[in-house]
Structure formats: C-alpha cells, structure tokens
C-alpha cells in the first residue's frame, strides 16, 4: 500500500505561480512511476504530467508544456509540481497517483493504482 497526500493548493491571480506537493508514504514508493492529475467540476479527471522513479524521464500534456514542471525528491519521498504562468483553465481538484507498473506516458487515470484526496487549485482572472 502508498498513502498520497497532496498539499500547497490554493486561490491564485492568472499568471502566478504554485507548487503543489505529494508526500508519498508506503513500501517502495519511492520506486513507483508518479503522477498528478486534474479534476474540474464537471469534468472527467485529466493527466498533468508524470515522472519516473528517478526523475530522469516526465512527460506532460501539451496544454501545460513549458509552463508546468513535474520533480521528485526521493530522499523525502516527495514529488512536486511547479505549475507557471497560471490560466483561469487551469483550476481544478489536483490530484497525485502512484504506480508500480505505469509508464511515463500512462495517461489513463483507469491504470493508476493510488490515488491523494487532491487539493484545490483555483485560478481567478
């Protein structure tokens, strides 16, 4: 079992920028492909980006593409999203998820084995 908890979700201006945190605890997690998905209120849940075990591969969906940037930090089994130049679009439920068998480009949330409670992030114009 992983127990996810995602924290450092809030309300922020278009164009400023955040980082969410998922603190990730359980055996081997730190082996785990991870992940971060969105939510919005009507909306079926979304894949943001993901990142291998050691970091050296992500992958991204194209709308946050240079805006968005996935990390982790092993040693405090903790990984990050660094999110940019914030759109109004961009608010939703942010969600992580862990994996022992996905790969960097699984995007369907069905695959994804543990899932966070999510925190809110919400972009005003």
């Known amino acids: 079992q992983v127990q996810l908890v995602e924290s450092g979700g809030g309300l922020v201006q278009a164009g400023d920028s955040l980082r969410l945190s998922c603190a990730a605890s359980?055996?081997?997690?730190?082996?785990?492909?991870m992940g971060w998905f969105r939510q919005a209120p009507g909306k079926e849940r979304e894949f943001v980006a993901s990142?291998?075990?050691?970091?050296?591969?992500?992958y991204y969906l194209d709308s946050v593409k240079g805006r968005f940037t996935i990390s982790r930090d092993n040693a405090k089994n903790t990984m990050y999203l660094h999110m940019t130049s914030l759109k109004p679009e961009d608010t939703a439920v942010y969600l992580c998820?862990?994996?022992?068998?996905?790969?960097?480009?699984?995007?369907?949330?069905?695959?994804?084995?543990?899932w966070g409670q999510g925190t809110q992030v919400t972009v005003s114009s």
């Open positions: 998820a862990a994996d022992p068998s996905a790969l960097v480009r699984t995007t369907l949330p069905r695959r994804w084995s543990y």
């Open positions: 359980g055996r081997t997690s730190s082996m785990y492909i």
């Open positions: 990142i291998n075990w050691s970091g050296g591969s992500t």
